[in-house]
């Protein structure tokens, strides 16, 4: 079959011209609808790009901008840092889909799981820069505002903050359940889902035990599996550290 118009894959919307497959997954009994080439993967793969390079493009542009204005050089080189942790964020984001997209078409039932994982984390990317945008941007007026605002996001506050809300839900999801979630997703509140949505790729979670958790994430230097990376351990509805 060839398609040249818009095509609802596994819940998720593909444009373009390219020919795709059905499959019934036989553990899950699902239909996946996926690529039927390499060729068309890597169409699927640039029109996902497409969705968030402009707010990306922006989102550099406005901490451009922030060197121009009368800061210290302090203020200044955190707005660099950032735009550059936010750099690398988005490179890794890139090869992640790209990685989950070629999957999908050489192994749609394991491929689906890692490309809805991936385009999840595309969409918490972009809240993640449109949250940095909006608060740089309301602070610009105000130079102290903005240096105190550039220094949380470099120094890594923003995400500290963060992951203690996720550790707050995950305590009181155990002692509702008598068990910690086997993912973050199953967190439910507000503040959690924010936060989760908003450090993005910059954590992972594991359920060791259904009583014991591990969290790990991004140090100072803004990317994971680095010497600066941050862990955190619960037990029994309980912190251990941190």
């Known amino acids: 079959m060839f398609k040249c118009s818009l095509i609802f894959l596994a819940g998720m919307l593909w444009t373009g011209c390219c020919s795709y497959k059905q499959t019934i997954c036989p553990v899950t009994n699902v239909p996946v609808n996926y690529p039927r080439s390499q060729k068309c993967a890597k169409l699927l793969y640039e029109d996902a790009v497409k969705t968030w390079e402009a707010g990306f493009k922006g989102d550099i542009d406005i901490l451009g901008k922030v060197k121009l204005l009368e800061l210290d050089i302090d203020a200044k080189s955190n707005a660099q840092l950032i735009a550059e942790r936010l750099s690398s964020e988005d490179a890794l984001m890139r090869e992640v889909l790209k990685s989950a997209t070629i999957l999908l078409a050489a192994n749609p039932c394991q491929g689906i799981v890692a490309y809805e994982k991936a385009m999840s984390d595309a969409a918490n990317y972009k809240i ?30 923003t995400d500290g903050k963060n992951v203690g809300i996720i550790r707050g839900s995950l305590d009181k999801f155990y002692n509702d359940n008598k068990k910690y979630p086997s993912s973050l997703s199953e967190l439910t509140s507000a503040n959690a889902i924010k936060a989760i949505a908003f450090l993005g790729l910059s954590i ?39």
């Open 128 to 157: 993640r820069l449109a949250t940095i945008n909006a608060d740089v941007v309301k602070s610009q007026s105000n130079k102290a505002a903005l240096t105190d605002v550039l220094s949380e996001y470099a120094q890594g506050q």
């Open 204 to 242: 992972s979670y594991t359920r060791d035990t259904e009583s014991s958790y591990s969290i790990r994430f991004a140090g100072q230097d803004g990317k994971m599996n680095t010497p600066d990376d941050k862990f955190h351990k619960g037990l029994n509805g309980n912190p251990v550290n941190g």
